[in-house]
């Protein structure tokens, strides 16, 4: 197996500040239509239609979630290259083909109505091609070029919003909504993602010394069914399918709690509020995303000083942008959550608290997309293990008393423990920078390749 060494010294994508810029716009734009489908169908339909395209998220989401594997992230700091396109490619398609099964059992295994069920089965297929084009996605971050991620998610998110509020209109029904997404996305995968990702493919292989790990004769988007690869990387990737299903419960178990507890209403409130760490995750997911190919580069060939620059520009980043949100909350979060929605969700309490776990939740993502740069990810599912858990003691001691503060209260509680389990992982991983590598990889319970998949020998390393 041969693969291209790297040559830093090859111009590669888009300049760093350009890639954030495009990406903070792309995730904006497609941020604020979902937020727009959501308040077009409570405009334009009936609470029972809001409640099923919200049933269908709530199923699908951690199915096709915990089925990524997480493999994007993988892929883009992918700066040895381990592994080829094709066998990500190869991956995602199995295990989203399996995700949409699983979800179709779920919808008809439980005791929903046959409307809702068919609702459930076009956002699980919108989903699954959701699912494809993001492993197109990391192709493109991996080569920093961010603005073709940009783009697609620019045109998918009002696309996404004219179709299903045209076809709720024009029928009277949210699975037909579903279904426009559905085509939506389907469509926007074959006439652009494919194809700047045949683009992307052609232009990396083309650069001398180009460090995108291409065999010969399959630089093309054909599957790959090299079964010791494939497994390898399922293998490599199955810790983050549980990090990022754990994560995205972390989001839901406070609301859990407080509908369990207080009921619809309540719920209502807390997510209204805590929608608006979306601001600042958005700007979170958009900077980290961009700078994670050019960190891992930076790690695997041990630039010490450029890796810890950047990862230090990124944690300031995120502890301004905590700053700002608490001082926020505090100056004027009773007026803007009247604005927004009405008196009666001015709860400036509970808002500075979920600002507060939002500001340590920004600082641990940065961290976090450090760590992934370093390629160290089982121990990331002890550390989201620990989280989900304390999450859970603190609500079920919280909540109850609490209310809807206690269930903010919680949220710190928790972002303080990620906090500090992702300092002690990103110790480890600039202590490695200074260990030889094999050493350091026992130490932090690395996933390395098998030597059958490795793209470099052991003098390469």
């Known amino acids: 197996m041969t693969f291209a060494v790297a040559s830093r010294s090859v111009p590669r994508g888009v300049p760093l500040r350009t ?57 883009a700091t992918d700066a040895k290259g381990e592994f080829q396109f094709s066998d990500y490619f190869s991956v995602r398609v199995l295990t989203t ?14 005791n929903y109505s046959g409307g809702t069920v068919m609702v459930i089965l076009a956002i699980g297929l919108a989903k699954s091609f959701e699912s494809i084009s993001d492993i197109f996605h990391g192709l493109f971050q991996f080569n920093e070029r961010m603005d073709r991620v940009a783009v697609s998610l620019m045109l998918k998110g009002p696309l996404s919003l004219a179709a299903l509020v045209a076809l709720v209109c024009l029928t009277g029904s949210v699975f037909w909504g579903a279904v426009g997404l559905a085509a939506t996305w389907a469509i926007l995968l074959l006439a ?50 549980f990090v990022v299903t754990l994560n995205s419960l972390d989001t839901n178990i406070p609301r859990y709690f407080v509908e369990g507890y207080f009921g619809e209403a309540a719920i209502g409130i807390f997510a209204a509020l805590a929608y608006l760490e979306r601001v600042g995750s958005t700007v979170v997911k958009a900077l980290g995303e961009s700078a994670s190919p050019r960190m891992a580069r930076y790690y695997a ?19 301004l942008l905590g700053v700002a949100g608490i001082l926020i909350s505090l100056v004027a979060g009773q007026r803007i959550l009247t604005l927004l929605y009405s008196a009666e969700y001015a709860r400036g309490e509970v808002f500075l608290a979920l600002m507060i776990a939002s500001g340590l939740g920004y600082i641990s ?24 858990g304390s999450l859970v003691c603190a609500c079920v001691l919280m909540v109850p008393r609490g209310g809807l503060l206690g269930a903010a209260n919680a949220l710190v509680f928790a972002r303080v423990i990620q906090l500090a389990g992702s300092a002690v992982l990103a110790t480890f991983a600039i202590v490695e920078l200074h260990r030889p590598t094999q050493m350091a990889q026992r130490i932090v319970g690395r996933v390395s390749c098998p030597p059958e998949v490795s793209a470099f020998t052991d003098s390469e390393k």
């Not at 949409?100 to 008809?108: K, R, S, T």
């Not at 652009?192 to 291409?214: C, K, N, Q």
């Not at 004769?217 to 983050?240: T, Y």
């Not at 060939?301 to 502890?319: M, N, P, Q």
């Open 19 to 75: 890639n954030m810029s495009w990406t903070l716009l792309g995730y904006g734009v497609y941020a604020a239509c979902q937020w727009g489908m959501l308040v077009a169908l409570a405009k334009i339909g009936s609470p029972e239609m809001v409640g099923q395209f919200a049933l269908g998220l709530a199923i699908t989401a951690p199915v096709m979630m915990f089925a990524s594997l997480k493999m994007r992230i993988v892929q």
């Open 97 to 110: 083909a399996l995700a949409f099964l699983v979800v179709a059992g779920i919808a008809l295994l439980a």
């Open 192 to 241: 652009y993602d494919a194809r700047m990702g045949r683009r992307t493919l052609r232009d990396s292989t083309s650069l001398s010394g180009s460090i995108l790990a291409v065999k010969e004769g399959q630089s093309s988007l054909h599957r790959s069914w090299d079964w010791k690869n494939l497994r390898s990387l399922l293998w490599f990737g199955l810790p983050l399918g």
């Open 301 to 319: 060939s041990r630039e010490r000083k450029a890796f810890l620059v950047l990862f230090l520009e990124l944690i300031g980043l995120g502890l």
């Open 365 to 388: 993502s940065f961290i976090i997309f450090g760590v992934s740069a370093a390629r160290i990810f089982n121990i990331q599912l002890l550390l989201e293990a620990l989280v989900t």
